[in-house]
C-alpha cells in the first residue's frame, strides 16, 4: 500500500488542523493505521493508532485528548484530528501501515509503509 499525506500548515496554538492519508491499493483495510510525527533534531514518536476495523485506537499521553484517529476504509483514508494545538506538536506528521498486531502498534519499527511527510507547525 502506498499513503500520501496532506493537510499540513502553519496554526496559531489553540488552533486545530486535520490531516489525511491516502492509501492506493485495495488492502487498505487488512492494515492496522499508525500516525507518528518528528521534530528536528529528535527521533521519530508514536502519535496514534487505529486498528483495521476503527474499533479501537490508540495515542500518546502527549496528544491524548486533543488529537483523534479515525479512519474510512471506503475511502482509503486515515485521518488525524488535532485541536488545541501547542509549540510542541511542531512537527513533520507521518502516516504509516502495519500489518502487525495491537500489542506492537506503537511501535514504528513494525510499520513497513510510510507516507512522505506533511509539515505541521504551531506559533506561539
Known amino acids: 500500500v502506498q499513503l500520501q499525506a496532506s493537510g499540513g500548515g502553519l496554526v496559531q496554538a489553540g488552533g486545530c488542523l486535520r490531516l489525511?492519508?491516502?492509501?492506493?491499493?485495495?488492502?487498505?483495510?487488512?492494515?492496522?493505521m499508525g500516525w507518528f510525527r518528528q521534530a528536528p533534531g529528535k527521533e521519530r514518536e508514536f502519535v496514534a493508532a487505529?486498528?483495521?476495523?476503527?474499533?479501537?485506537?490508540y495515542y500518546a499521553d502527549s496528544v491524548k485528548g486533543r488529537f483523534t484517529i479515525s479512519r474510512d476504509n471506503a475511502k482509503n483514508t486515515v485521518y488525524l484530528q488535532m485541536n488545541s494545538l501547542k509549540p510542541e506538536d511542531t512537527a513533520v506528521y507521518y502516516c504509516?501501515?502495519?500489518?502487525?498486531?495491537?500489542?506492537?502498534?506503537?511501535?514504528?519499527?513494525?510499520?513497513?509503509?510510510w507516507g512522505q511527510g506533511t509539515q505541521v507547525t504551531v506559533s506561539s
Open positions: 504509516a501501515a502495519t500489518a502487525y498486531g495491537e500489542s506492537l502498534i506503537r511501535n514504528p519499527k513494525r510499520y513497513i509503509n
Open positions: 489525511s492519508c491516502a492509501a492506493s491499493g485495495r488492502t487498505f483495510s487488512s492494515y492496522n
Open positions: 487505529i486498528v483495521t476495523s476503527g474499533a479501537s485506537t
